[in-house]
């Protein structure tokens, strides 16, 4: 079965799956240079082309999949109401579009009896158009527990589902049965308090809120402290509207005035106090912390009879603190969490729904490098030259010249972290180099740099430097190799380590491979390379326009400005174009 799934509002995206294999994902915010979290835009003509591209025409689609989602706006979703429409739609061409009124329901608090895996169907008349919708908290289930390594083995496993617009929900997958167990919320508190939470605090509190945040408070808590009086005061908070949930029947409603008065009392409590909002922000993500490990702890131990295998879905699930303190725990014997764990996994995880209940197939084939390709767009820039450039050569430039490059390979990454194909790749050997890539992004100087590293060192530098291809926990940087790669030490002296091996991505590993042996170093630096507030890089043409450094690597092509670099001096065998 051939199936199309589709995430139209907040990071649209476009997936294929044939008969278990994911064909390719392509999230907008990955074409043609488009804002972060674009809606789905692209026309019918261009869905043609992408399908065309990989083999495949309109006709051999068997069945389209929309994300479920609700029609109100996403500021909206603080509040708990949804008083203003989107435009749901799929654009037929630039004039007209296929309007998409009915969608499954977002799935914000899903009831005890409530079946999620089963779908809604709808038809567009005008257009002849026939399509399913699940729930869009059912995509997240099965995106995590389809491309984890638990259905190859025949195994159940415990999914918990921490999205913007829910609480945190715990469910259980039966693979005997096929079946989703709700075994229900572990608190009562939104996904989105993490970005409303940071927004109440200083520096955030300063600007306009926005999905940025989470990402910037993860990092910024660094330059905190955990203070006991503020614990203690975010349980008090915790424990009082946990005794008014009591009185009441618990729906959405109730979790979004929960969550906003846990905030206010929050703030209330600073201002009072006059306490430092870096300690306030620190400590909340230490409670937020203990809280996931403590409920999780309860809801397994209630449930003995089951697989203590566990995934992690949700925008939630991309915070390395929270998965280190997870896996650390020892409450689950085996833990996943995808790389696409946000709604960058909507389009896959609504096509796997289909995939599992119309095919009865468990397990996806997949493979993480599976976005668009880079766009051979004509370059024409004179103050650019190119020559012909190995990974060995490559690896020299990186060695010789203490300066970012921008490395564009192959299809682009799912998920909205960079492992490599769409990368700003630098020697990690300078403390000023963290600043150097902070400036050249336009980022705040706390933002950590992370380290891509050939997997089969990384317990030499990190604790506990397991393998981790996907950046998705939290490795200490060991003492005596701080000062050997100072630029991708946080302040706290951690690390968001990406781990590769040959099979992974055998590019960037020959490339470290060419590094360690030049350098004795078996790391670079890697940041997404993108324009601040936009998706990857699509093309080398949208770098040069970037213009904020002097290397771009592609396919075996070096650009470079002209006057930054002599390809004699460094090897002979370099050719010029």
Request: aromatic share 12%.
């Amino acid at each position: 079965m051939t199936i199309l799934g589709i995430k139209l509002t907040h990071d649209g995206a476009l997936a294929l799956i044939d008969n278990g294999r994911l064909v390719f994902s392509y999230e907008m915010e990955k074409l043609d240079n488009m804002p972060r979290h674009s809606h789905f835009c692209i026309t019918m003509e261009r869905i043609k082309e992408i399908l065309s591209g990989h083999g495949y025409d309109l006709k051999a689609i068997d069945q389209w999949v929309i994300d479920g989602w609700d029609t109100g706006h996403d500021e909206n979703i603080t509040t708990g109401h949804d008083e203003i429409q989107y435009d749901i739609a799929i654009p037929l061409d630039d004039n007209c579009k296929i309007k998409i009124d009915e969608l499954a329901a977002y799935g914000h608090f899903v009831g005890k009896k409530e079946n999620i895996l089963v779908p809604s169907h709808f038809k567009v008349a005008a257009h002849d158009l026939y399509y399913k919708s699940y729930q869009h908290v059912s995509g997240h289930l099965m995106s995590a527990y389809c491309s984890s390594p638990f259905p190859e083995k025949e195994e159940s496993s415990f999914i918990l589902v921490w999205d913007g617009g829910m609480p945190p929900q715990l469910f259980y997958y039966h693979y005997q049965k096929n079946e989703v167990q709700n075994i229900g919320p572990l608190f009562f508190l939104a996904g989105y308090i993490y970005i409303n939470f940071a927004h109440a605090f200083e520096p955030f509190c300063l600007s306009g809120k926005s999905l940025s945040i989470a990402g910037k408070a993860m990092a910024y808590v660094a330059l905190g402290e955990v203070r006991a009086e503020i614990m203690e005061m975010f349980k008090k908070i915790f424990a009082s509207l946990n005794e008014t949930v009591k009185k009441h029947e618990v729906n959405m409603e109730i979790v979004a005035i929960l969550t906003g008065e846990f905030i206010r009392e929050a703030r209330n409590f600073c201002v009072s106090r006059k306490l430092d909002h870096r300690d306030m922000l620190a400590t909340f993500q230490a409670f937020i912390q203990e809280l996931l490990v403590s409920n999780l702890e309860k809801k397994v131990k209630e449930h003995p009879e089951l697989v203590n295998n566990f995934c992690f879905a949700g925008g939630s699930a991309l915070n390395i603190k929270w998965n280190n303190a997870i896996r650390n725990s020892g409450i689950f014997r085996e833990m996943w969490v995808p790389p696409f764990p946000n709604d960058a996994g909507s389009a896959i995880g609504t096509a796997c729904c289909e995939m599992l209940m119309h095919d009865n197939r468990r397990k996806l084939r997949w493979d993480v490098y599976s976005g668009p390709l880079i766009e051979q767009a004509a370059f024409d820039d004179r103050r650019y030259a190119a020559c012909t450039c190995t990974l060995e050569e490559l690896a020299g430039i990186l060695h010789e010249y203490n300066e970012p490059v921008v490395f564009l390979n192959g299809h682009a990454e799912l998920g909205p972290r960079a492992l490599g194909n769409r990368s700003i790749l630098a020697a990690a050997v300078l403390p000023d180099m963290k600043a150097l890539l902070n400036k050249v992004k336009g980022r705040e100087g706390y933002r950590p740099v992370a380290p891509i590293c050939l997997e089969e060192d990384a317990a030499e530098i990190f604790d506990p430097g397991f393998p981790d291809p996907y950046m998705l926990y939290e490795h200490k940087v060991r003492e005596d190799w701080k000062d050997k790669v100072p630029a991708i030490c946080h302040l706290d002296g951690t690390a968001r380590l990406q781990t590769v091996n040959r099979e992974q991505n055998p590019h960037i590993y020959e490339l470290l491979q060419h590094y360690k042996k030049i350098s004795n170093i078996p790391l670079l630096c890697n940041t997404s390379a993108n324009l601040n507030g936009k998706g990857f890089f699509p093309d080398v043409k949208t770098v040069t326009y970037w213009d904020n450094v002097n290397f771009i690597w592609n396919n075996g092509t070096l650009y470079f400005k002209k006057g930054s670099f002599h390809p004699e001096v460094l090897n002979k065998s370099m050719v010029l174009r």
